[in-house]
Each structure stands twice: as structure tokens, then as C-alpha cells.
């Protein structure tokens, strides 16, 4: 079970004049996929970044299954995030590149073969686990990171624009393994896009942001009024 609770928070970064977020209030349920939308600047990233632990909450409570996580440190609260550039180590294989969170945290080393193999398996790069990043394709590349969130079993995952740097073809067929990945591991989703076709797909909900406020939550067919 993982909800995540987001009571008023607001952001200010130091060296800005303005809140990025405002008044952010959203409940999500266990096993949700959640879909953060809205325009370049709008504070999808912010609020994203402020439920990993990469930004400070200026203001507001975070909790996840009741427990206060404003100031837990990011690497203790059990979140795996999946960037827009990937992130991945250029002169690591995709073994290591997929390993390194979980030796980060001290997992022996059959245990991490175990997890590897196993995403690898899921995402069909079993075959390239001994390559580095320069020799993968874009989705191929895409999928590294994805299977650098799935080896940690981490409670929650979020996606900053994962497909974004893909052309749009790789990004349709992204978004159906992604959602797929999402229905086998069940695993409580927040994902962030521009891209209304990418929300309207994927979302349990989705959540409309505009100027850091929240304009609309609901299902697809609820914000985007299709049958
Ligand atoms: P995106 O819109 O795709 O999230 P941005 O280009 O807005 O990307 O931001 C890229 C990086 O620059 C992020 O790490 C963000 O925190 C930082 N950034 C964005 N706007 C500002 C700003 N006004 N001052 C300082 N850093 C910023
Ligand atoms: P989005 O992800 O929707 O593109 P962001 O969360 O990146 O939006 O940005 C929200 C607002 O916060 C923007 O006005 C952006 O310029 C500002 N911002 C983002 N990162 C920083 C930063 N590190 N310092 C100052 N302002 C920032």
C-alpha cells in the first residue's frame, strides 16, 4: 500500500522573486498512475523534484502512508525517478549503469545480479547487458533508465518527460511498454509531460498545472470532456 499525501505545499527557490507551486493539494492512491501536464514553466519538474527530495518544500506537508517526509533525505525515501536525459554512466555497461543504486545501497552482489537479470528480462535488453550506453539505441538507452528505477522495487516511481528526447514514433511505442510496465509492477506513478496525447494515454489521473497551480484533476475522459 503507498499513497502519498501533497497538503498545501508551495515553492519558492531562493534566487526567485515568485512561488513556482502554489497551493499544490493532490491525495494519490495506491497503484495510480498520475499524470502531471501543463506547459514549459508551469511547475511539473518543481513538484516532481519536491517529492524526491531534490528541492526543499518551502511550505506544506508531504507524507506518504502517514509518515512526514519534508525533510527525510531523498536516498531514504524509497522513490526511484526516471529523467528526461536518461542519466546514464557513459562509461559504464548497462549491467553497472543498472546496478548502481542498488550497490550504492549495499545490496550483495547475487542479490543484484538477481534484480538486473531480472529487469533486464522484463525489458527486453537481456541481450545487451555488456554494452555501454554509445552502443544502444534511443529506446534502448530509454529503457537502461527505466530499468535503473524497476531494480530498486522502490515504492514510488516518478518520470520527469522520460520520452521526450525520443522521435515520435520510439515515444508512441515507449508510452504502451511504459504503461504496460506500469500494469505489471503496479507501482504507484507519477509522470510528467507537455504532451497531452502522452497524459490523455497513460493517466488514472491527470493533474492540469498552469503558472504553479493546479487548474483540474480528474480522469481523462473527466478533463479532456472525450466520450
Ligand atoms: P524543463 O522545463 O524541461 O523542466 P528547464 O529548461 O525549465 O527544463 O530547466 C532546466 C534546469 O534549469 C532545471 O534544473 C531547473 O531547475 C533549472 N532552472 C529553470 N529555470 C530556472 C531559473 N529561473 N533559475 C535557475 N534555474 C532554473
Ligand atoms: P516545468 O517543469 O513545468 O517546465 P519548472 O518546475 O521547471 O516547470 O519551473 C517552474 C518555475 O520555476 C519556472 O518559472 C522556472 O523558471 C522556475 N524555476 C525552476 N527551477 C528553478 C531554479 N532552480 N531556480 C529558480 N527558479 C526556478
Do not use: W
Request: proline share 3%; glycine share 6%.
Amino acid at each position: 500500500m503507498t499513497e502519498l499525501s501533497l497538503k498545501h505545499i508551495h515553492k519558492k527557490y531562493d534566487n526567485a522573486e515568485k512561488y513556482s507551486v502554489t497551493d499544490f493539494d493532490l491525495e494519490i492512491k495506491d497503484k495510480e498512475f498520475i499524470v502531471f501536464v501543463g506547459p514549459s514553466g508551469c511547475g511539473k519538474s518543481t513538484t516532481l523534484r519536491m517529492i524526491a527530495g531534490l528541492e526543499d518544500i518551502s511550505e506544506g506537508d508531504f507524507t506518504i502512508d502517514g509518515q512526514r517526509m519534508n525533510d527525510v533525505a531523498p536516498k531514504d525515501r524509497d522513490i526511484a525517478m526516471v529523467f528526461q536525459n536518461y542519466a546514464l554512466y557513459p562509461h559504464m555497461t548497462v549491467f553497472d549503469n543498472m546496478a548502481f543504486g542498488l550497490k550504492l545501497r549495499k545490496y550483495d552482489k547475487s542479490e543484484i545480479a538477481k534484480r538486473v537479470e531480472n529487469a533486464a528480462e522484463i525489458l527486453g535488453l537481456s541481450d545487451y547487458l555488456y554494452r555501454k550506453p554509445a552502443a544502444l539505441s534511443g529506446g534502448q538507452r530509454q529503457r537502461v533508465a527505466l530499468g535503473r528505477a524497476i531494480v530498486r522495487d522502490a515504492r514510488v516511481f516518478l518520470m520527469d518527460e522520460p520520452l521526450s528526447n525520443l522521435d515520435a514514433k520510439l515515444r508512441v511505442s515507449m508510452r504502451a511498454e511504459i504503461a504496460k510496465l506500469h500494469q505489471r509492477l503496479e507501482t504507484t506513478t507519477i509522470y510528467v509531460t507537455h504532451d497531452q496525447t502522452e497524459a490523455m494515454t497513460m493517466a488514472d489521473r491527470i493533474v492540469i498545472m498552469k503558472d504553479g497551480v493546479i487548474q483540474q484533476v480528474g480522469s481523462p475522459q473527466e478533463v479532456y470532456n472525450t466520450p
